[in-house]
């Protein structure tokens, strides 16, 4: 195993990206979904919509 220095001037503080206040939980998801819908993204299985989502939360 590595051992790994980081000094606290290399850490970079990441701000959440800003949603507007009127768009509610239901409605992204229904955003991504149309949207993955109309490129022909497929909702589940292997390389689908849920499967992205997945990697890039975890």
């Known amino acids: 195993m590595t051992d790994v220095t980081v000094s ?3 850490v970079v503080e990441v ?3 800003s949603l507007a206040p009127d768009v509610s939980d239901d409605q992204l998801i229904g955003q991504l979904v149309d949207r993955a819908k109309a490129e022909g993204i497929k909702l589940t ?6 499967q992205q989502l997945r990697k890039r939360i975890l």
């Open 8 to 10: 606290a001037e290399a």
């Open 15 to 17: 701000q959440p990206a």
């Open 45 to 50: 299985g292997q390389g689908g919509m849920l």
